[in-house]
Structure formats: structure tokens, C-alpha cells
């Protein structure tokens, strides 16, 4: 495997992590956030192998998605997530500040679900 796809899936496996971290402490809304840069993080690793380039700074997991054919149980998870890298650290994003948003439901739906897409881009790397 080249050393920037093992550092990008390294990086998304870690922050997965905090995401978990995150969760325990109560932290909801972290948990969000770093459910999201896990999902990025593992996306461009596939994307660097596929495509053979970077894929830009893009933040975008619906763009990132689509460009990689990811399946269709993560289209969901992907319009979701994308939108957790601004709502959950900006209080102008929404109506609310966004420590007060999330429940331990939400961070641990999205942990669950980023696992998954995880462990599937893994495999698609690893084949």
C-alpha cells in the first residue's frame, strides 16, 4: 500500500477513535465532528488509490460518494455526516449553539455508521 493511503486510513482510524472518546465523555457534538473527519479521512485514502490524485480539499462526503460508487446504505450517512463538519463547531450554523444539539443517540449512530463505512473502505483498499 503507498504511504499516503496508510496514512490517510491510519489517521481515519484514529479519529474514529476520539469520535468514541468523544462519546463517552459526553461530548456529543465533538463526537459528531470527528465521526465526520473519519469518513472524510477514509474516503480520500480510497480516493488517492482510485483515482490516482487527491482529491482536493473537499469536505464533501456526498461528492466523495458518488465519485467512488460507495453503496447505497451510506448515501444516508454521507449527506448527514458532510453537513456535521460545519453545524458541529459553529454556533452561526444553525439557531443554536452546537454543544446543545446533539444527544448520545446521534453520536452513537454516527460512530456505528462510520464504522461501517470505515471497515468497507478498508476493504476496498486491502483487496
Known amino acids: 500500500m503507498r504511504p499516503e493511503i496508510e496514512r490517510w486510513l491510519l489517521q481515519a482510524r484514529e479519529e474514529l477513535d476520539t469520535a468514541r472518546v468523544s462519546l463517552n465523555a ?16 477514509a474516503l480520500k485514502a480510497l480516493y488517492i488509490l482510485e483515482k490516482k490524485k487527491s482529491p482536493g480539499p473537499t469536505h464533501s462526503l456526498t461528492y466523495l460518494g458518488r465519485e467512488l460508487n460507495v453503496p ?9 455526516l458532510t453537513k456535521e463538519y460545519y453545524m458541529s463547531r459553529y454556533p452561526d450554523a444553525s439557531e443554536d449553539v452546537p454543544y446543545k444539539m446533539y444527544t448520545q443517540e446521534d453520536a452513537q449512530s454516527y460512530i456505528e455508521t462510520c464504522e ?4 468497507w473502505s478498508e476493504s476496498k483498499i486491502r483487496r
Open 26 to 41: 459526553g461530548k456529543w457534538f465533538a463526537s459528531a465532528f470527528w465521526s465526520q473527519q473519519a469518513a472524510e479521512k
Open 72 to 80: 447505497r446504505e451510506y448515501y444516508g450517512l454521507l449527506r448527514d
Open 116 to 119: 461501517k463505512l470505515l471497515k
